[in-house]
């Protein structure tokens, strides 16, 4: 029965449509509707394939958008991709363990990964890039520094909301911690961030960067006992990358100058 038999113009039929669609929150069904009848007339696809073609469009962009709101409430500083990550440029890191962390299976254990190696050797890009991967796979992340992390804690603890912050840090799935051992952390900003590791302890996983060896952590940590804490807290059951000594940055910019 076509529209007109049934009493409905194709231009009422449209607004109908368009209407409904508004009402069912289908943004991609009402932009593209148009596309998608066109193509079926040139394809006579049945009316079931016309109906799940449209439907997987909506299902497909519903779940790249939320996909782009997990990755925005992450707050990464910048957009890294394991793509355009160069393993030739840096032999310490091996390929296939890097996409098998971003399968997120040790997200979904709530295990730890550490990055450790001097500067522009790639730890942030590394840290950054396995983050999206994992907020993309649907899992809520989360990046800071260390000390805007630590700062923020002493903060909430003077403004009596302490509990209420690190139990926010706590829902995350994956807690992306960079620039840990860049700078000194004073004991009580030290002390909170091992609140915020054992509220996540063997719970949700935390991936850290760091251009200090754990045993120059104490540099961070002035507490041993406390250095040591994290430490443990940081690699039991996880993983451990190191990146090396040899910088990227520095190699690109020597060749650009040679060049």
């Not at 943004?27 to 439907?55: C, H, K, W």
């Not at 500083?77 to 091996?94: G, T, V």
């Not at 590791?197 to 935390?206: D, F, H, I, P, W």
Request: hydrophobic share 40%.
């Amino acid at each position: 029965m076509t529209t007109k038999q049934r009493g409905m113009t194709e231009e009422a039929a449209g607004a109908a449509i368009d209407q409904a669609c508004r009402m069912l929150r289908m943004p991609t069904i009402r932009n593209s509707f148009t596309e998608y009848v066109d193509r079926a007339g040139r394809e006579q696809m049945s009316y079931r394939g016309f109906l799940a073609e449209l439907l997987l469009a909506e299902c497909d962009d519903r779940a790249r958008r939320r996909s782009e709101r997990r990755i925005k409430a992450a707050k990464f500083p910048r957009e890294k991709s394991l793509r355009a990550f160069d393993f030739e440029a840096n032999p310490n890191i091996d390929p296939a363990v890097i996409h098998t962390l971003a399968k997120c299976e040790w997200v979904q254990k709530g295990q730890p990964l550490c990055l450790i190696g001097d500067s522009g050797t790639g730890k942030s890009h590394l840290l950054i890039a396995l983050g999206t991967e994992a907020a993309m796979a649907g899992y809520r992340v989360k990046y800071t520094l260390a000390t805007q992390l630590a700062n923020e804690l002493v903060e909430a603890a003077d403004e009596m909301t302490l509990a209420k912050t690190i139990a926010r840090y706590g829902r995350v799935d994956l807690l992306c911690i960079d620039e840990l051992g860049y700078m000194q952390l004073d004991r009580r900003g030290a002390d909170l961030l091992f609140q915020v590791l054992t509220e996540r302890e063997e719970k949700a996983s935390v991936a850290i960067a760091s251009n200090e060896s754990f045993g120059g952590w104490t540099k961070t940590f002035t507490d041993p006992r406390l250095c040591a804490a994290i430490v443990d807290r940081l690699t039991f059951g996880g993983t451990i990358i190191e990146t090396g000594t040899d910088s990227y940055r520095l190699a690109q910019a020597t060749k650009q100058l040679t060049a």
